[in-house]
Nanobody, 122 residues
Framework: QVQLVESGGGLVQPGGSLRLSCAAS????????MAWYRQAPGKEREFVAR???????NYADSVRGRFTISRDNAKNTMYLQMNGLKPEDTAVYYC????????????????WGQGTQVTVSS
C-alpha cells in the first residue's frame, strides 16, 4: 500500500515563511509528476504548483515568485517553500502524486495525502 503524508503546516504571520513536505511511503516503484493543491473554506480545490520527475516546475499565478516547489527522488519526498505568505494563502494544502506501486502496474495511479493546515494571520 502507498501513503502520502504532508507535514510542516501551521500558523504564521503575514510576510512569514513555511516549508511543507510530502513523503511517499509503502510500496513505491516509481513516481512521476507530484503537485500541491489547496482548498480554503467555501472555495474549490485549486492547483498551486507541480514538479516533474526531472525537477521542472510550474506554478499558479497567485503564488509564482513567492513559492518554490522541489523534490528529492532518493527520499520520495516533495517540498513547497512558501515565502511572503498572505492571508489569502490560508487553506488546507494537499499533496498529489502519480505512482506505480510495483513494476508490473500498467500505469501510474493518482494518490492524495490527507492535507495539512496553513493559516496566515496576525
Amino acid at each position: 500500500q502507498v501513503q502520502l503524508v504532508e507535514s510542516g503546516g501551521g500558523l504564521v504571520q503575514p510576510g512569514g515563511s513555511l516549508r511543507l513536505s510530502c513523503a511517499a511511503s509503502g510500496s513505491v516503484f516509481s513516481i512521476n509528476d507530484m503537485a500541491w493543491y489547496r482548498q480554503a473554506p467555501g472555495k474549490e480545490r485549486e492547483f498551486v504548483a507541480r514538479v516533474t520527475r526531472d525537477g521542472s516546475a510550474n506554478y499558479a499565478d497567485s503564488v509564482r515568485g513567492r513559492f518554490t516547489i522541489s523534490r528529492d527522488n532518493a527520499k520520495n519526498t516533495m517540498y513547497l517553500q512558501m515565502n511572503g505568505l498572505k492571508p489569502e494563502d490560508t487553506a488546507v494544502y494537499y499533496c498529489n502524486a502519480f505512482i506505480k506501486a510495483t513494476w508490473t502496474a500498467p500505469y501510474h495511479d493518482t494518490y492524495w495525502g490527507q492535507g495539512t493546515q496553513v493559516t496566515v494571520s496576525s
